[in-house]
């Protein structure tokens, strides 16, 4: 049966059902709305997800193009005119010059010769022999700011000030504690140690090949504070 509803007249008609436009209208502008929130969400996620990245890339050592040597790795390419991008970002946020290809060798250290991470609380004898080279320097990397009060510690070595043995051999202390000799204060009270050790003017820039485990200084784990 039929709806019907009379007209102003009194004759009866039959109802019209309600037109739906408006209602699909705001259906499809709501679609819209959402489609577009969503591609700015994938967007600012997108672009925190990469700056996230980039700074987990840069914010350690070169993430590319390293050679094991012992405990020690090399970074021949470095300083090299076409570098990875990751490499020239990390430079770039050291504010570093790096040693450019055929000027010398970058080593970096992160771990000792059984394997185990540096930590600021252990003892450490860095040693023993150093690849043929006019000058080289042994430091601690990534030191990062001083602590507010505490003196300012000596943070390397040269070749031309540490001593030696009578047989020419070195051996350098990195410790938490003053030690007698060549004495490298660990750079923070607790936490992970990086070393670097830089060749200048040697012929293993060349051919990194060449070197191996015994070429380089050993770096040996003496004790631990409880």
């Given at each position: 049966?039929?709806?019907?509803?009379?007209?102003?007249?009194?004759?009866?008609?039959?109802?019209?059902?309600?037109?739906?436009?408006?209602?699909?209208?705001?259906?499809?502008?709501?679609?819209?709305?959402?489609?577009?929130?969503?591609?700015?969400?994938?967007?600012?996620?997108?672009?925190?997800?990469?700056?996230?990245?980039?700074?987990?890339?840069?914010?350690?050592?070169?993430?590319?193009?390293?050679v094991q040597v012992g405990s020690w790795t090399a970074w021949p390419r470095a300083g090299a005119?076409?570098?990875?991008?990751?490499?020239?970002?990390?430079?770039?946020?050291?504010?570093?010059?790096?040693?450019?290809?055929?000027?010398?060798?970058?080593?970096t250290a992160a771990v000792d010769d059984s394997g185990q991470a540096l930590d600021a609380t252990?003892?450490?004898?860095?040693?023993?022999?150093?690849?043929?080279?006019?000058?080289?320097?042994?430091?601690?990397?990534?030191?990062?700011?001083?602590e507010p009060g505490r003196a300012p510690l000596r943070e390397g070595f040269t070749s031309t000030?540490?001593?030696?043995?009578?047989?020419?051999?070195?051996?350098?202390?990195?410790?938490?504690?003053?030690?007698?000799?060549?004495?490298?204060?660990?750079?923070?009270?607790?936490?992970?140690?990086?070393?670097?050790?830089?060749?200048?003017?040697?012929?293993?820039?060349?051919?990194?090949?060449?070197?191996?485990?015994?070429?380089?200084?050993?770096?040996?784990?003496?004790?631990?504070?409880?």
């Amino acid at each position: 049966m039929k709806l019907t509803i009379p007209d102003a007249f009194g004759r009866a008609s039959p109802a019209r059902a309600p037109r739906h436009g408006a209602v699909r209208f705001i259906l499809r502008l709501w679609r819209k709305s959402s489609i577009a929130g969503l591609a700015v969400y994938v967007l600012a996620l997108g672009a925190l997800l990469g700056l996230a990245s980039a700074d987990w890339a840069t914010s350690g050592g070169y993430p590319f193009g390293g050679v094991q040597v012992g405990s020690w790795t090399a970074w021949p390419r470095a300083g090299a005119a076409n570098a990875d991008p990751y490499t020239r970002a990390v430079n770039a946020r050291r504010g570093e010059i790096p040693l450019a290809v055929g000027e010398g060798l970058l080593l970096t250290a992160a771990v000792d010769d059984s394997g185990q991470a540096l930590d600021a609380t252990c003892t450490y004898r860095i040693g023993g022999a150093t690849p043929p080279a006019r000058a080289w320097t042994v430091t601690v990397a990534g030191r990062g700011p001083r602590e507010p009060g505490r003196a300012p510690l000596r943070e390397g070595f040269t070749s031309t000030e540490v001593l030696r043995a009578a047989d020419g051999r070195f051996a350098i202390m990195l410790a938490p504690d003053v030690q007698p000799g060549n004495w490298l204060p660990s750079p923070r009270a607790s936490g992970p140690v990086r070393l670097a050790l830089r060749l200048y003017d040697t012929p293993v820039a060349a051919s990194v090949g060449a070197l191996d485990r015994n070429s380089v200084p050993a770096i040996t784990r003496l004790g631990c504070a409880p």
